[in-house]
C-alpha cells in the first residue's frame, strides 16, 4: 500500500470577473487536491498576494479596469515569477502571443473544459528547474556560452555591464530544454512537449515567441543568431561554443515566422 507524500499543497489563484467561473473553478480544482482562492479584479488579486503566497495564477484576459495583460506585465516587471495561465475570451492568436510576450507561461481560450485546464496546471507545477541528465550535467549551476552566463538555481543571465536579468517562467523552461540538448535539432512539437507537457494547437506559436524573447537577451546579433539556430523545415537547436552544426544553419529574424 503506497503511503501518500508528504507534501504542501499547492495553493492556486483565479482571477476572473464572471463570479460563476470563479465558484465553479473554486469548486473544481478544490476537488482536485488544491488550495484554491480567487479574485474578481486586480485589487482583489494585489490584496491576496500581498498577503498570501501562490504557486500559481489563473487570470483572465479580459478584466474590469486594469485587464490581464496589463497585471500580467506588471507582474514581471516587479520581478514577480509566479506561474501564470492566462484565459483569453476571444480565441484570437495575436491576443495569445501577446499574453506570452507580457510573460504568461500558458493560455486557454475560452470557452475551456475544466481538466483541460487542470492538465495545464499540473504539466506548469511538475516542470522540474535542473537541467536533464542526458544533456548537460545536471548538478551544473551555471552555464557560460560567449559573454552571457546562466545561472540555473538563480534562474538569472548576466553579461558584462549589464543588469543582472531574471527570467520569466516560460523563457527560463524552454531555455533550461534547449540547454539541455545541445547540437540536437528539437521540433516545435518536442521543445512544446519537453517544455509545456502538452501538443501544440495548429495556430500555437508559444514556442516561436519565447525563442524571440530568448534570442534577444543572449545573441550578439539577433538578425544572425549564433547559439539558438533555426535548423529550416527541422526546429531549433542550441549550439554551444566548442561546436558547430555540421551544415551551415539558415537562421529566420526575431519574429520567429512559421517554418513550413
Given at each position: 500500500?503506497?503511503?501518500?507524500?508528504?507534501?504542501?499543497?499547492?495553493?492556486?489563484?483565479?482571477?476572473?470577473?464572471?463570479?460563476?467561473?470563479?465558484?465553479?473553478?473554486?469548486?473544481?480544482?478544490?476537488?482536485?487536491?488544491?488550495?484554491?482562492?480567487?479574485?474578481?479584479?486586480?485589487?482583489?488579486?494585489?490584496?491576496?498576494?500581498?498577503?498570501?503566497?501562490?504557486?500559481?495564477?489563473?487570470?483572465?484576459?479580459?478584466?474590469?479596469?486594469?485587464?490581464?495583460?496589463?497585471?500580467?506585465?506588471?507582474?514581471?516587471?516587479?520581478?514577480?515569477?509566479?506561474?501564470?495561465?492566462?484565459?483569453?475570451?476571444?480565441?484570437?492568436?495575436?491576443?495569445?502571443?501577446?499574453?506570452?510576450?507580457?510573460?504568461?507561461?500558458?493560455?486557454?481560450?475560452?470557452?475551456?473544459?475544466?481538466?483541460?485546464?487542470?492538465?495545464?496546471?499540473?504539466?506548469?507545477?511538475?516542470?522540474?528547474?535542473?537541467?536533464?541528465?542526458?544533456?548537460?550535467?545536471?548538478?551544473?549551476?551555471?552555464?557560460?556560452?560567449?559573454?552571457?552566463?546562466?545561472?540555473?538555481?538563480?534562474?538569472?543571465?548576466?553579461?558584462?555591464?549589464?543588469?543582472?536579468?531574471?527570467?520569466?517562467?516560460?523563457?527560463?523552461?524552454?531555455?533550461?530544454?534547449?540547454?539541455?540538448?545541445?547540437?540536437?535539432?528539437?521540433?516545435?512539437?518536442?521543445?512544446?512537449?519537453?517544455?509545456?507537457?502538452?501538443?501544440r494547437g495548429p495556430f500555437d506559436r508559444a514556442i516561436d515567441v519565447q525563442i524571440a524573447r530568448i534570442r534577444k537577451l543572449i545573441?550578439?546579433?539577433?538578425?544572425?543568431?549564433?547559439?539558438?539556430?533555426?535548423?529550416?523545415?527541422?526546429?531549433?537547436?542550441?549550439?554551444?561554443?566548442?561546436?558547430?552544426?555540421?551544415?551551415?544553419?539558415?537562421t529566420e529574424d526575431e519574429t520567429g515566422d512559421e517554418m513550413e
Amino acid at each position: 500500500m503506497k503511503h501518500k507524500s508528504h507534501e504542501r499543497t499547492r495553493r492556486l489563484l483565479v482571477v476572473d470577473d464572471d463570479t460563476r467561473i470563479r465558484e465553479s473553478l473554486q469548486r473544481y480544482l478544490g476537488e482536485q487536491g488544491y488550495e484554491v482562492r480567487s479574485a474578481a479584479n486586480a485589487g482583489q488579486l494585489d490584496a491576496l498576494l500581498q498577503r498570501e503566497f501562490f504557486d500559481l495564477i489563473v487570470l483572465d484576459l479580459m478584466l474590469p479596469g486594469e485587464d490581464g495583460l496589463s497585471i500580467c506585465r506588471r507582474l514581471r516587471a516587479k520581478g514577480n515569477l509566479i506561474p501564470i495561465i492566462m484565459l483569453t475570451a476571444r480565441g484570437e492568436d495575436v491576443d495569445r502571443i501577446i499574453g506570452l510576450e507580457m510573460g504568461a507561461d500558458d493560455y486557454l481560450p475560452k470557452p475551456f473544459n475544466p481538466r483541460e485546464l487542470l492538465a495545464r496546471i499540473q504539466a506548469m507545477l511538475r516542470r522540474p528547474w535542473i537541467l536533464e541528465e542526458n544533456g548537460a550535467d545536471a548538478t551544473q549551476k551555471k552555464i557560460r556560452f560567449g559573454d552571457v552566463e546562466i545561472d540555473f538555481a538563480a534562474r538569472t543571465l548576466n553579461r558584462p555591464g549589464q543588469p543582472t536579468y531574471v527570467f520569466t517562467t516560460g523563457e527560463f523552461t524552454v531555455l533550461s530544454v534547449l540547454l539541455s540538448h545541445p547540437n540536437k535539432t528539437l521540433s516545435r512539437d518536442q521543445l512544446m512537449t519537453l517544455a509545456r507537457s502538452r501538443e501544440r494547437g495548429p495556430f500555437d506559436r508559444a514556442i516561436d515567441v519565447q525563442i524571440a524573447r530568448i534570442r534577444k537577451l543572449i545573441e550578439p546579433n539577433v538578425n544572425k543568431p549564433r547559439y539558438l539556430q533555426t535548423i529550416w523545415g527541422m526546429g531549433y537547436m542550441f549550439v554551444p561554443d566548442e561546436a558547430e552544426t555540421e551544415d551551415e544553419a539558415e537562421t529566420e529574424d526575431e519574429t520567429g515566422d512559421e517554418m513550413e
